[in-house]
């Protein structure tokens, strides 16, 4: 079982930033892959940006240029930068890990982006 919390998520006017934290219960090396998702109100929940073990990162077309994802493998931490953030980026996020095909889900953190 890994446990996910995520963190850092809060209002923020258009164009400002964020940093969401992602702290899991066991070292990134034994994670098959590491995820950020996202689910606006109304709408199914899709993939943000993701990094395989030993992989490249992957991010969706619509944040490409303003999020970035960190690893902190001394603190099993995951973190995902975001800039020039728009009101279509409000949305709950959510951290999300692989391992042995098995899916781990973190409860969430929501991101407001209004003025």
């Known amino acids: 079982q890994v446990h996910l919390v995520e963190s850092g998520g809060g209002l923020v006017q258009p164009g400002g930033s964020l940093r969401l934290s992602c702290a899991a219960s066991?070292?990134?090396?034994?994670?098959?892959?590491m995820a950020w998702y996202r689910q606006a109100p109304g709408k199914e929940r899709e993939l943000v940006a993701s990094?395989?073990?030993?992989?490249?990162?992957h991010y969706v077309d619509s944040v490409k240029g303003r999020f970035a994802i960190s690893k902190d493998y001394a603190k099993n931490t995951m973190y995902l930068q975001m800039n020039s953030l728009k009101a279509e980026d409000t949305a709950v996020y959510y951290c999300?890990?692989?391992?042995?095909?098995?899916?781990?889900w973190g409860e969430g953190t929501l991101v407001t982006v209004s003025s």
């Open positions: 999300n890990a692989v391992k042995n095909t098995v899916d781990y």
């Open positions: 990094f395989r073990r030993w992989g490249s990162t």
């Open positions: 066991e070292t990134f090396y034994s994670l098959d892959l």
